[in-house]
């Protein structure tokens, strides 16, 4: 019964909202690739503080009446520009800046919103999206942004990771890592200025985190992780979508707790078969660690027990 009821839900969901699937696969697929730089940079807070950006360029647009696109995208390229900027000589950190432009953002938005005339549930629109009422218009400046980004990450993804992995080594091999770095911000901010608006700051952030992430718990190569992580996405955002269109969820909300529930399975398959690789491969010692233990245990015991006393 709950799989018929699950079929169902699947043929409703494709047959009434397929921009919302189509939009919600690309954005899910370019985002968690992108956001495996991101974890390798150690840079995981730019995530949420671009997509804050791009949601106050969305609340400035309301505002001054022009695309929702063209406002995220004026903004996200300004702070990128600030946090492209070389960081090795200045005062203030770069963490510390969009932590900076995090708050400016977060604040600014409520306060657009406030004063473009919509209520409570524009303010949750901009904040969150609403991936479900994506619209064909949307999809297709989704796919003419999202599509030249990805194949331009993936035409030049070698220096890119070099840069990423190894800044002072890529130096040496005359790789001019700001410039890659530049580029890769710079596409990211503009695939999050076009999904700001559908997808919202709380689901791109999620896309950028929790996907590489969980990939990066399965995985220590840098090929199969670019692989499964796009994968993780977009099998979050099939099954977040049927789930919040069977059981009336809010759309966004349910894939991020799908892509969470995704990132606590790998980490417990991950541990379990960490443990059974040390016990099949290193019996005799999983044995002697255990007899130590046992006897520092006992040891131990008439110790704790003139402590207590």
Known sequence: MAVSAMHDAMQCLY???PEALRAGLLISAVCSLLGVFVILK????????????AACG????????????????????GAV???????ENQRIPRDTLMGILFIAASALTILLVSKSGPGLMEINAVLYGDLILASKKELLILFFVLTPALL????????TLYTFMDREGSKVLGIKTWIWESLYFLMLGIVISAASQIA?????????????????????????????????????????MVVSFNYDFPTNQTICIICCILFAV??????????????TVFPEHSVQLSEQNATCRRRAGPLRGRWRS
């Open 58 to 77: 969305v609340a400035a647009s309301f505002l001054l009446g022009i695309p929702p696109f063209a406002g995220s995208l004026i903004l996200v390229l």
């Open 81 to 87: 520009s600030l946090l492209a900027m070389p960081s």
């Open 200 to 240: 919202g700051a709380l689901l791109i952030f999620c896309y950028l985190v929790v996907c590489p992430a969980t990939a990066l718990i399965l995985s220590k190569r840098i090929k199969t992780v670019m692989l499964i992580s796009p994968l993780f996405g977009m099998t979050s955002t099939f099954f977040g």
């Open 266 to 279: 790998g980490a417990a398959c991950r541990r379990a078969v960490s443990l059974l690789m040390r016990r």
């Open 15 to 17: 047959c009434q909202f």
């Open 42 to 53: 150690r840079a995981v807070f730019i995530g949420i503080t671009l997509s804050e950006v």
């Open 152 to 159: 331009l990450f993936l035409l030049f993804v070698r220096p």
